[in-house]
Every structure is written in C-alpha cells, then in structure tokens.
C-alpha cells in the first residue's frame, strides 16, 4: 500500500495518487457526506450555479471522482445540452455510471482522462468545472493551462476546493478536525494512509488569493473566488480570454 508524500516533483505522485483513489472509490461518498456533514452537495450546486450554463450547452467535468457534480451539471444543459465526467480513476468512473444509470440521467458520459493532457480538441466546450480536484494534480500551471485550451472564449472555468481558514476558532477547530479526526474516519474505509493525505494535500495548495494568481497567469480573466463555511470552501471562477 502506498504512503502518499505530497511531493510534486516525485515521478510516481500521480500514479500514487491514482491507486490512492482506486483503493477508497467504494466509500467515498460515505465519507464525504460524514467529513462534511453532508454539505458537499450543497457546494457543488453553488459551484454548478456559477458555470452559468444554459440548455444545449457542453461541459466537461474534470476530476469527476463518483460524478455529483457532473449530474449538477447534466440537469443545467437539458435539454439538448450534454457533460462529460472524466477522471483517472476508474473504479470511481464505474460508480459514477452505476449512479447516472440509477438516476436516468441523459446526455452524460464519463471517460477516464489525465488532466494535464486532456483528450479533447482546442475551444471544445461551454464551460468547465474541478470539484475537490486540483489540489491532486502534480502540476496545478500546467492543469490549468490545459482547462484554459479546451474552453470557448468566453467560457467559464469554475474550481470548488478546500482551503484553510487563517482566523481562530476555526482556524484551530479546522486544524483539530483535518489533522486528527478525519485520519481516524479514514480507517473506516481501510485506508487510512489515503485521508491522512487530505490534509497534507489541502497545506500545500495555495491560498484563495494564490489560486487566483495562478489562474490569471493561466490565461482567465474575470476570475473572482468566495470563501465559504467560515472559510473551509472556496469556489474560484474565470473566464477564458
């Protein structure tokens, strides 16, 4: 079993992340929903609303994982419209599908894809969406470089991630919570290694405003971020030049 360092510059970092997801796809909605008191869903309707997406328009959702926010998605481009999951999981593609079939939902798919070398072709689709994702990727410029080449002009680049509130007392009940009690919910899914990695992963990423900087030097413009639950959530968007 790996024991996943958060180092960037490590040439098996992706694919350690990769197994990482493989090994908790099968609990990883139950976690979610317990770490976050089932508000996750409530973020992504917020982070699908901003996509400002209409009926007939194309989205790609990268970083699917179990394809919630791709469903957000399907029902804002119905009808006519249609989304694309994709992620580099696959047994977390197969439960996005087992869900899309459960649920009749029309005009999506999902596809596995690596997303800093997306399948798809220049100024492809109306909008794009990253759900808990992009802390993971091993080159955050380079993702984003790659989510800027396959938007239209004008199309909307939308990033939901965890951040970390810099203000007691949440600042010192969010430390409590992601360094101690979420690794201990992770052995519940067999894996604890993988959710001690949450925390590591969410210290490395960049602030709201670095997030910001990063995607203005990407290519977006209009790019503007609110920070949510007290400063735990931070939804960034922007659009492509």
Known sequence: MDTINDNRQSPDFAGQVNRMFDRVASNYDALNSVMTAGLHHRWRERAAAQAELGPGDSALDICCGTGDLTLELSGRVAPGGHVIGCDFSEPMLDLAREKTASRGAAGVRFEWADALALPYDGERFDALTVGFG????????RGLR?????LRPGGR??????????????????????DRIVPLLGAFSGDPEA????????????SPGGLAEKMDRAGFEQIRYTVLAGGIIAIHSGTRG
């Open 146 to 150: 790659e989510m800027a080449r396959v």
């Open 157 to 178: 680049l939308v990033i939901l991630e965890i951040t970390q509130p810099v203000r007691p007392p949440l600042s010192t009940f969010y430390s409590l919570w992601f």
């Open 134 to 141: 992009v802390r993971n990727l091993a080159d955050l410029d």
């Open 195 to 206: 959710y001690a990695y949450l925390p590591e992963s969410v210290r490395s990423f960049p």
